[in-house]
């Protein structure tokens, strides 16, 4: 079976067919012309060299001057195909030709996949992953159809595989040998690759990156092991982050009853807490409040020891009494936690948001460019107007949840401009842009990269969806071998990042202490920290759960 020629190779051949043709069209046309026309004959062979040098822009020799007005006419269109040819033709066809030959480095057949990853297609999806995958030394290959993306890839040191899947499924003849695929083009192109694959004899899982969840059944009968759908994943994890319906900020709030509250402050630049250590600004002895937490660039610290810094621009998490409370709220802007949830754009991500706010029985305004069922606010959310009459200053939080980054950055320092005091949260389409958004003015930015990233590596890394160190929780414990010692003034409490926040005795809650308070063996005590903190402090005083019955 003859070898199917490619594209650029028989440009090249219609090339080679069309120049000699073009000369010996123009030569013959110019003997005539010379020999009719101007009365000065020229021979065949004249002629050609002539028709040789206006194609090639060379010049003339003897022949560079013409009476008839036809002849002058015919000798300014050749020149001018003379220049067609060599500023057009020889670029869109020569060229490519040269560069697929001289492209050694592309490989168009799988290599050999023993304990490697398929990735199907490269995109933002991916992105986080694949530098997981190189952190860890974890051996996959790209197999990407865009050859321009492909040499991309190439240059920052992937294996890629380039080739067309529908015309030449044989690429992937070795696939049967790799340990996982992962299939991230468009939905009738991932259905392509993983019949294909099974066709090929490959039995491991398949996993595969939907953009609509209709296509999750007919999906997993085509051979997927499991699909997921990464956008609407993406507008849970931004939903999640600006409601405390979806996600209550602490567990085990109740324990403190009405006489503890807690609350979230923006540290200014110019607040006295900003750069501070919290041993150096002592606020539990000075003010009775306890400092437990932190988001700042999208991390959230839960364990706060002496050293900590405060960080200019982060939200912390504070607890006390309402009265002492509001001395700090001085020193910091409190976080508006009540007032609907405004969401801009109104896309797959936009939709699956307001989707899971509504359920949540959140009040969400959302502001999009075009007309449709379900949006509120007609406009650009980088205008002023738009943002007054969505209401910013009376909202909860918002969520940006725009499809282009460029501007997401530029939304976030106007929303930001507007009102500071409003936690924000957006979507970051490609991963690396999520510094530039954090330093805008976000306090959280999410990619889909990160969340099929975590989702995926769970598979195939075998690495934790969610850090549980990140969340709030209290406890009533015993006293244990705290019992003697004062509740504040103790480095072992310290060193295990969690803190007493109150005293039970007989019960009543007790919040403030003295320099001489000491806690009783029969006392319980309310302690705050995250999961790990509090099983450290757990261990280092020997202190069990209290049951209700015996607060």
Not at 98 to 109: C, D, G, W
Not at 295 to 310: C, E, K, L, V, Y
Not at 374 to 387: H, I, N, Y
Not at 469 to 488: D, M, N, Q, T, V
């Amino acid at each position: 079976m003859p070898t199917k020629l490619k594209r650029s190779t028989k440009r090249l051949l219609a090339l080679l067919a069309l120049l000699p043709s073009a000369v010996l069209v123009l030569g013959t046309i110019y003997m005539l012309g010379m020999s009719q026309l101007e009365g000065t004959p020229r021979t065949f062979l004249e002629s050609i060299q002539w028709a040789t040098e206006t194609l090639t822009t060379t010049g003339y020799g003897a022949d560079n001057h013409w009476r008839h007005p036809l002849m002058a006419l015919f000798v300014i269109l050749g020149q001018l195909l003379g220049q067609f040819l060599i500023f057009l033709i020889f670029p869109v066809l020569v060229l490519p030709y040269f560069e697929e030959k001289f492209e050694v480095r592309l490989q168009h057949t799988l290599p050999p996949m023993v304990g490697k990853v398929l990735f199907y297609h490269y995109g933002p999806a991916i992105e986080s992953l694949l530098e997981e995958f190189d952190s860890a030394k974890s051996p996959f290959v790209i197999f990407e159809e865009n050859l321009a993306l492909a040499r991309n890839l190439r240059d920052r040191h992937y294996n890629v595989v380039v080739g067309k899947l529908a015309e030449e499924p044989a690429v992937l003849a070795r696939v049967k040998e790799a340990r996982a695929v992962v299939t991230n083009a468009g939905d009738h192109a991932n259905a392509t690759c993983a019949l294909t694959v099974r066709e090929l004899g490959f039995t491991g899982p398949i996993y595969a990156l939907a953009d609509d969840p209709i296509y999750r059944s007919p999906m997993l009968q085509i051979g997927a092991t499991d699909v997921f759908t990464p956008a609407h994943v993406l507008g849970a994890a931004l939903a999640s982050h600006a409601s405390t319906r979806i996600s209550p900020p602490a567990e085990g709030m109740h324990l403190l009853g009405t006489q503890i509250g807690m609350v979230e402050f923006r540290v200014r630049a110019d607040s006295p807490l900003a750069g501070k250590a919290l041993g150096e600004l002592r606020l539990r002895e000075r003010h009775g409040v306890s400092l437990i937490g932190q988001w700042h660039g999208g991390a959230f610290s839960a364990d706060m020891g002496p050293q900590t810094r405060i960080e200019p621009g982060a939200i912390v998490v504070a607890v006390g009494s309402q009265g002492n409370l509001e001395q700090v709220e001085r020193m910091a802007m409190p976080i508006r936690r009540s007032g609907p949830i405004i969401v801009a754009g109104y896309g797959a991500v936009g939709r699956k948001i307001v989707e899971m706010l509504h359920d949540a029985g959140e009040v969400c305004v959302v502001i999009d460019l075009l007309p449709a069922p379900g949006v509120d606010v007609l406009g650009s959310v980088l205008e002023p107007a738009t943002l007054q009459q969505a209401g910013i200053r009376q909202a909860s939080a918002v969520i940006l949840a725009l499809s282009d980054d460029s501007e997401s950055v530029f939304a976030t320092a106007v929303v930001r401009h507007h009102a500071p005091e409003i936690p924000l949260i957006v979507r970051v389409l490609r991963t690396p842009n999520t510094a530039r958004i954090y330093r805008a003015g976000a306090d959280i930015a999410v990619s889909v990269g990160q969340v099929a990233g975590q989702i995926l590596a769970y598979h195939l890394l075998a690495e934790q969806v969610v850090n549980v160190e990140s969340k709030i929780k209290f406890l009533r414990l015993s006293a244990g071998a705290l019992a003697g010692g004062h509740p504040w003034h103790n480095e072992a409490i310290e060193s295990t990042g969690a803190k007493v926040i109150a005293v039970q005795r007989r019960g009543e809650v007790l919040v403030e202490f003295d320099e001489q308070f000491s806690v009783l063996a029969d006392d319980n005590v309310i302690v705050c920290g995250s999961i790990g903190s509090l099983d450290r402090y757990q261990r280092e005083f020997h202190a069990t759960t209290a049951s209700a019955a015996t607060a």
